[in-house]
């Protein structure tokens, strides 16, 4: 069984789309999180959702908004893509009072 | 604010050589301290943890020991194989908000 889960793995559109990247968990866990992690290997902390509220939203342009349609989804949708959104998006999950946090396989979105 | 600094790399070995990875940390309080791993091509995942002064993490043949004093948490590895090549990230976890801190990834290359 996949713990956290991501569709598409790998995305690749035109620069002024709009997509979006799918995040499931079966972990039963409170909180979720988008992570954008650039080719250097660099990790930056995106959203946060706890229990279907905004905890943590870093200076991330307005063109990326996550929406959590229940506890165990959170997806990312991304408007108005540049070339500089390349990069590997990881959702990750983690229980209330947990340090532990369990990553999907990440999406690598490519803008041409 | 509340920082992880990490040696930069790649750091590159012949197989079965001795393995540190520095890490230090800024953190106002007692932060727990983590390492994670990613290898090629998948999310993170945890490899050690140490929650308080002197506490040892171990995992998979890698140990690293929470130094107050030093303010580190070195990771250490006794014989290194071609599969521990990836890259590896050192994080500290304050309990007041339960946010992860990253450090910037150190890539680790063995060659057989």
């Known amino acids: 069984d996949t713990a956290v889960s991501q569709t598409p793995k790998y995305l690749v559109t035109q620069m002024g789309n709009d997509k979006s990247i799918k995040c499931e968990q079966n972990?039963?866990?409170?909180?979720m999180y988008w992570y954008k992690q650039d080719s250097k290997k660099f990790l930056k902390i995106m959203f946060s959702?706890?229990?279907?509220?905004?905890?943590i939203n870093e200076t991330v342009p307005n063109r990326f908004s996550p929406k959590s349609p229940d506890k165990a989804h959170l997806n990312l949708h991304i408007n108005s893509l540049e070339l500089g959104d390349s990069a590997v998006y990881f959702c990750a999950s983690t229980a209330h009072g947990s340090y532990e946090q369990y990553f999907g396989p990440g999406t690598r979105l490519t803008v041409t | 604010g509340n920082s992880v600094t990490q040696m930069e790399g790649p750091v590159t070995l012949s197989e079965e050589a001795f393995l540190t990875i520095n890490c230090t940390y800024t953190?106002?309080?007692?932060?727990?301290l983590f390492w994670y791993v990613q290898y090629p091509g998948e999310g993170l995942q945890l490899l050690l943890k140490?929650?308080?002064a002197d506490d040892k993490g171990s995992n998979k043949g890698f140990e690293a020991t929470y130094r107050k004093e030093t303010t580190s948490f070195h990771l250490e590895k006794g014989s290194v194989q071609v599969s521990d090549s990836a890259v590896y990230f050192c994080a500290l976890l304050m309990d007041s908000n339960y946010q992860l801190i990253w450090g910037a990834g150190t890539k680790l290359i063995i060659k057989p």
């Open positions: 972990l039963g866990h409170d909180t």
């Open positions: 953190a106002t309080g007692y932060p727990s």
């Open positions: 959702y706890n229990n279907k509220e905004l905890i």
């Open positions: 140490a929650t308080k």
